[in-house]
């Protein structure tokens, strides 16, 4: 498993416990300190998880946009907290092509999601993906167009 994976995967867990506790606290450093992770690994997901929570408010609006009959609370939070990072990652890391934050998040829901996780992730996504025009870059370069 790569150190990016292990990093999405911590930072899942870290934004799971944040929507569950709504803040910081002993449980983070808890989870540090039961979780075995480089330092690589620990600055990748502590990166998401800032990026995400500072972000919040407008993921959350294009999670209710793009999401097709669901209300972002009514969600599961596991769910949720996927789209959130990939969401995050399709639009403010210009590092990571949409191909790796696709495969990523559908992996993530396969690994910590129900049977219709997967599925339900990707159509989000590959919405967002098609629609949003500040994705135009990464439309391009995933499709492989000039």
Not at 54 to 64: C, N, V
Not at 95 to 103: E, L, Q, R, Y
Request: proline share 2%.
């Amino acid at each position: 498993m790569g150190s990016r994976h292990q990093s999405r995967e911590r930072a899942l867990q870290i934004l799971f416990q944040y929507d569950i506790h709504g803040k910081p606290g002993v449980w983070l450093d808890e989870f540090w300190n039961q979780c075995e992770a480089t330092e690589d690994v620990r600055a990748f997901a502590e990166e998401l998880v800032r990026g995400v929570l500072e972000h919040r408010a407008e993921l959350d609006a294009l999670l209710g946009r793009y999401a097709t009959n669901w209300k972002v609370s009514r969600m599961q939070v596991v769910d949720r907290n996927i789209l959130r990072l990939g969401i995050y990652e399709l639009l403010w890391r210009e590092d990571v092509p949409a191909k790796v934050t696709m495969n990523e998040a559908i992996e993530l829901a396969k690994d910590f999601g129900d049977d219709e996780a997967a599925k339900f992730v990707n159509g989000v996504l590959d919405k967002v993906l098609a629609a949003e025009a500040r994705l135009e870059a990464k439309r391009k370069a995933a499709s492989g167009r000039p």
